[in-house]
C-alpha cells in the first residue's frame, strides 16, 4: 500500500511560500522521491470590517489582504513526507498535511 502525503501551504507572503515550496521540492527531488506540484489556484482576496467600537456607523475602511495558496504530493517515501510534513516553518506559512493510501 502507497501513501499520497499532500501539504496545502497558505500565506500572506508569497515570497516565504514560494521559498518554502522551493525548498520542499529540492529536498524531495534529492532523495527520489515522486513529487507533484506546486499547483497553485488563484489568491484569494479578503476583506475584514473593522470597527472602532460597538457603536453603530463607527466603523473604519476595511482591512483588505491577499493569501497565497500552493498544494504540493509527496507520494511513498513515508518517513521523508513525515519529516518535511512536521518541520518547523516561517510563522507567516500555514501549513495542512493529508496523509491518503492508495493501492
Known amino acids: 500500500m502507497t501513501f499520497v502525503t499532500t501539504l496545502e501551504l497558505e500565506s500572506g507572503d508569497r515570497r516565504a511560500l514560494e521559498s518554502v515550496v522551493a525548498d520542499i521540492k529540492d529536498t524531495v527531488e534529492r532523495k527520489g522521491a515522486e513529487f507533484k506540484g506546486p499547483h497553485t489556484p488563484p489568491p484569494e482576496d479578503l476583506s475584514v470590517p473593522l ?9 473604519f475602511e476595511s482591512w483588505s489582504y491577499t493569501v ?5 504530493e509527496i507520494v511513498g517515501h513515508d518517513e521523508l513526507a513525515s519529516a518535511i510534513a512536521t518541520r518547523e ?3 507567516q506559512i500555514h501549513v495542512e498535511a493529508d ?4 493501492q
Not at 68 to 72: I, N, S
Not at 99 to 102: A, F, H, K, T
Open 51 to 59: 470597527f472602532g467600537s460597538l457603536e453603530r456607523g463607527d466603523q
Open 89 to 91: 516553518f516561517p510563522d
Open 99 to 102: 496523509v491518503r493510501s492508495i
Open 68 to 72: 497565497y495558496t500552493r498544494t504540493v
